[in-house]
């Protein structure tokens, strides 16, 4: 029998919360309950955001909390290479293409379209979907404009990517924590629009380099906090298009905060450092995130 593989893969673009906490001590007690393999992976694609010094703060809470994972620890900023030639091959089967309208640009377009009463559409976490434009684009048009080094990200044609995987995709969610039972759900990409799935100057997005890892590492378990849960929907749209194996899903409940809102990594309180100068041990950590 195969191992079950699971993994808790941070940003280190700011500092680990309970919220965190509670990821990664489940992954953990999930891998140990199935006798299975717990991976860390530090997903620094954002090399401005993403510094060493944060890096060294996950790994100093991880170990502290207890949690043990195997080496070596895979971080994304070192494996560009590989992103791109997945890029390369999105861009070689033109499902993806140069967008150049920047923030202003997008917000101009908008502004105009709701002017004129067209309520603008927007993804699942509030913002536009990208314009039309750019998609329409003739191969001249976008050669000049790359050539004069207009800034532009690569998107996914999503419309395009959907018709050709065929249309119904669905994913495997866990019901619960003991992932005992298990109901499809319907995958809808469409809904966050053409995706950023790579930058001029990085390669790779989150969504492009969390489908190749998880693919890469033989994740078949991605245990997760519930607000990535639509954001699935993009990954197995291109777990599809890049043939990758499809993991199961179980997307957690969010701990919040005394407001009863998100944790944010800048709320000094909640933060495992903070608490842990404050005075708390890890087993406080597993009190108040109830494992
Ligand atoms: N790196 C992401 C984050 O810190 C999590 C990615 C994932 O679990 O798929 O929010």
Redesign the pocket.
Known sequence: MTLLTFRF???PNGELHLGHAYSALLNQGLARASGGRLLLRI?DIDTTRCTPQLEAGVFADLKWLGLGWEEPVRRQSEHFAEYEAVLDGLIREELVYPAFMSRGDIRAFITDSEKRGRDWPRDPDGVPLYPPADKALPVKERKRRIAENTPFAWRLDVDAAVALVGGDLAWTEFADETLSATRPVEARPQDWGDVIVARRDIPTSYHLA?VTDDALQGVSH?V?GQD?FSATGVQRLLQELLELPQPAYFHHQLILGPDGRKLSKSLGDTGLAALREAGASPDDIRLMIGL
Do not use: G, Y
């Open positions: 893969a941070p940003s997903e969390v991605v997760r990535l």
